[in-house]
């Protein structure tokens, strides 16, 4: 297999997603050229063209641009997304280039650097985002490729000379068994990604599978209470996690006027008065995790306090759109029963009192199928619930599968309504809200800001 450092030009099926484009960005700071295909443009393709990536909208072998045709110098990137019928994919297949999952060139970077990896059902995109803000401010510094947009440097890729990489460690389609941890943390294990996995045994195996890859003299640092029974390598230390128990864990805490601050308990020492940047309650979690690992390798206290504290959040992530003294309006990834408990748990501890909306648009139709009793039963601890169609991503609809199950095993006392996607905004001029969360990993999001802004003239 070709080293990272004999790579001539880079081309990328699939440029567009989150985690792919990061990727690109660490190849165009490299000073190489770099292009691919993706189906649709989107805010982040525009700004990946505006940093130098040639990127063309339809799958055609004849837009391949011709330094990227010689198969000795060019890495071939795709995302497991992509169809294996796909033009662009076959010919670079069929021709002899070396073609690489995402997935497999982060294993390449974990393999030269002290890979520093967030695995888990849900909390991965907040928490690996945290340990690197924590690790880029202070004076061991990092690399990090990222799955979400981060507020404070508005990228998903930082770039150093480091020796430390964080990559959140993605499950799907088992790509981070590619990954070579020097530490990892391990955030949630509830089944998810049926239709890859089948069981949740083997969801579950998966994770066990991943705590193999773990480099001897390094770390897991787990959630307490995980169905999934890790596998390390002699060598590997074992650490656990939480909120309120394990090896790490948060004390004294206080949550009030908009302000949460806590201790930060580990094995050898306490720090004080950490205060979170995002106050969001589940960040608590978030932050014990992501501060654990880089304690683990040799941040300071203080170092661990500033950066929790200038943490700025990740977008669509606990992403507040809109908040003044009259109106809320929160943006979440939320796709998940679990993550959706999550963030309905922290929007109820916030905002107490006042009426909360979720308009959720459900992510594919298998997660859907799976999981609509659960669904229903994490929405059902806010007011009102309004869906969505389901947002197919790169399934084909399920005879039998839409939102009316979720709708149909919401709680009594709910208030509840269905509407299409298209027609959010007219929906959202005809009413008025108190606190409204939108949730899901759709394009729901894009309408957010034009959201915010019609109940803000209201």
């Not at 981070?176 to 294990?189: A, D, E, G």
């Not at 805490?253 to 940047?277: C, K, Q, Y």
């Not at 009316?404 to 809200?433: A, E, H, P």
């Amino acid at each position: 297999m070709t080293q990272l450092n004999d790579i001539k030009s880079v081309y990328f099926v699939g440029a567009g997603g989150i985690g792919m484009s990061a990727i690109s960005r660490f190849f165009l700071h490299k000073g190489l050229p770099v292009a691919g295909y993706d189906k649709t443009p989107s805010a982040l393709t525009a700004q990946l063209e505006k940093e130098g990536m040639s990127i063309h909208y339809t799958d055609d072998t004849a837009l391949i641009p011709e330094p990227f045709t010689h198969k000795e110098t060019t890495l071939v990137v795709y995302t497991p997304a992509i169809p294996e019928s796909h033009s662009e994919l076959t010919f670079f297949r069929s021709n002899g280039f070396q073609v690489l999952k995402r997935a497999q060139v982060l294993g390449m970077l974990t393999t030269t650097h002290k890979g520093l990896c967030v695995a888990g059902t849900h909390g991965k995109t907040t928490t690996s985002s945290m340990c690197a803000h924590i690790m880029h401010q202070s004076h061991l510094d990092c690399n990090a490729f990222l799955g979400g947009i981060t507020k404070n440097y508005g990228t998903n890729y930082i770039f150093s000379d480091s020796d430390y990489v964080v990559i959140e460690a993605d499950e799907y389609d088992r790509s981070f068994h590619w990954l070579r941890p020097w530490m990892t943390v391990i955030t949630s294990t509830d089944p998810d990604h049926l239709d890859i996995y089948g069981t949740k045994e083997a969801y579950l195996d998966s994770f066990r599978h991943y705590t193999t890859l773990i480099q001897p003299g390094g770390a897991l640092i787990i959630h307490t209470g995980l169905e999934m029974k890790p596998d390390t390598p002699q060598g590997v230390a074992t650490y656990t996690y939480s909120r309120d128990e394990g090896d790490f864990h948060a004390a004294n805490i206080r949550i009030s006027n908009g302000e949460i601050t806590f201790d930060f308990v580990t094995p050898e020492e306490t720090v004080s008065g950490v205060s979170l940047g995002q106050p969001v309650p589940i960040n608590i979690d978030n932050a014990v995790a992501a501060m654990a690992m880089a304690w683990l390798n040799g941040c300071t206290p203080d170092e661990l306090k500033k950066g929790i504290s200038t943490f700025g959040g990740v977008d669509r992530r606990f992403d507040f759109i809109l908040k003044d003294s009259r109106h809320v309006v929160i943006s979440d990834y939320a796709h998940h029963p679990m993550e959706i408990r999550q963030s309905a748990q922290s929007i109820r501890q916030l905002y107490a009192d006042r009426k909360i909306t979720a308009l959720f648009q459900p992510h594919l139709y298998t997660r859907t199928r799976d999981f609509y009793k659960e669904f229903a039963n994490s929405l059902s601890i806010l007011d009102e619930v309004v869906l969505c169609d389901i947002y197919p991503a790169r399934e084909q609809p399920i005879p039998g599968v839409t939102s009316r199950l979720i709708y149909d095993n919401l709680g009594s006392q709910v208030k509840r309504q269905m509407i299409k996607t298209g027609d959010v905004l007219d929906f959202v001029r005809s009413r008025d809200f108190d606190v409204l969360v939108i949730l899901g990993a759709g394009d729901l999001d894009n309408f957010s800001h034009q959201i915010a802004d019609i109940i803000k003239e209201k």
